[in-house]
């Protein structure tokens, strides 16, 4: 198997265009670097199908441990966690 590039810019728009969709919120109203949560975009069960998406597309599991400020306080640092553990494969 071949590794895919990806960059965090491809991430964002894959995020951004995954929470506009999935909230039915317009992509100018998400604050790239405040929470979801805080901002009303998403409630905790929004957070599940956050990680959901990222287990299909980025291809790694996150534990409950995972789900933290740090990695999901904002779409900025989701897309610094993701480009971490990201595991991307062509077949």
């Known amino acids: 198997m071949e590794t895919l590039t990806i960059t965090k810019k491809q991430i964002m728009e894959m995020l951004l265009d995954f929470i506009s969709r999935q909230f ?5 109203d998400i604050e790239l670097d405040k ?8 409630d905790s069960m929004g957070l ?8 299909q597309n980025f291809n790694f599991i996150i534990t409950v441990d995972q789900m933290t400020r740090q990695n999901f306080g904002s779409v900025l640092l989701m897309v610094d966690y993701i480009d971490k553990n990201k595991k991307i494969k062509i077949q």
């Not at 929470?35 to 998403?42: A, E, F, P």
């Not at 599940?48 to 287990?55: A, D, Y």
């Open 24 to 28: 039915l919120v317009d992509r100018s």
């Open 35 to 42: 929470s979801l949560i805080d901002t009303g975009v998403i």
């Open 48 to 55: 599940i199908e956050i990680s959901t998406f990222i287990r």
